[in-house]
């Protein structure tokens, strides 16, 4: 899948100095969009296929082990989960579980209320600023995986709307060989168009890359 020509483009500009947590903490959960909370500061989305490593991510990238909830079962997250984050800077973003997709044993019926939830967000949310797609460096891009990366980069590209950044995040880092790292990333680099992070919750590897992405994105 390659990006179109309108796509915020990536960067990989470093930050000065590391990101430090000053707070993070469980803000609401949401089945329908009128019960999120009232939309004031950035949010960032955290998307990806069932058992990708998200809730893990999500929690290495704010260093709280128990934050988001982790499970062996696929589909666990069945809402719009926020979490309100501040960083020692003084500034505040939330952050946004999406409900995995591609669990085979959820009914149609559910899957298409969650794919509706979904896209009205990312559609309508207007503090939303980037989503960050997580797929797992072991299994490659997927087909779901690009139909959200073209949604996600073309959902917004109307006068006067402002676009939405995909943040391509390659899971698992640790689960590979170092010899096999370097060529898994450059497959997703020229199957995407995307650079990807490679990121590993287990090392913390890729953290401070993925927080450059996030705060450059919601500048």
Wanted: charged content about 25%.
């Amino acid at each position: 899948m390659q990006t179109p020509a309108n796509a915020p483009a990536t960067h990989s500009k470093p930050l000065a100095r590391p990101v430090r947590i000053a707070s993070a903490e469980f803000e609401a959960g949401a089945t329908r969009l009128e019960s999120l909370p009232t939309p004031s500061i950035p949010e960032i989305a955290f998307a990806g296929r069932s058992n990708v490593g998200k809730s893990s991510l999500m929690n290495a990238l704010v260093q709280r082990n128990g934050l988001v909830r982790t499970s062996s079962t696929p589909g666990c997250t069945r809402a719009l989960n926020l979490f309100a984050i501040g960083l020692d800077d003084g500034s505040s973003y939330r952050m946004v579980d999406l409900p995995g997709y591609g669990y085979a044993k959820l009914s149609k019926t559910e899957k298409a209320r969650w794919g509706a939830m979904i896209e009205n967000y990312l559609r309508g949310r207007a503090t939303l600023r980037a989503v960050v797609l997580l797929v797992d460096i072991r299994r490659g891009f997927e087909e779901d995986d690009g139909q959200l990366a073209e949604f996600v980069t073309t959902c917004r590209t109307g006068a006067g709307e402002t676009p939405l950044e995909c943040i391509l995040v390659a899971t698992k880092l640790d689960k590979l060989p170092l010899n096999k790292r370097k060529p898994a990333l450059a497959a997703f680099r020229r199957d995407t168009g995307l650079q990807p992070i490679g990121f590993s919750a287990v090392t913390g590897e890729g953290r401070d890359a993925l927080w450059a992405h996030i705060r450059e994105a919601t500048a």
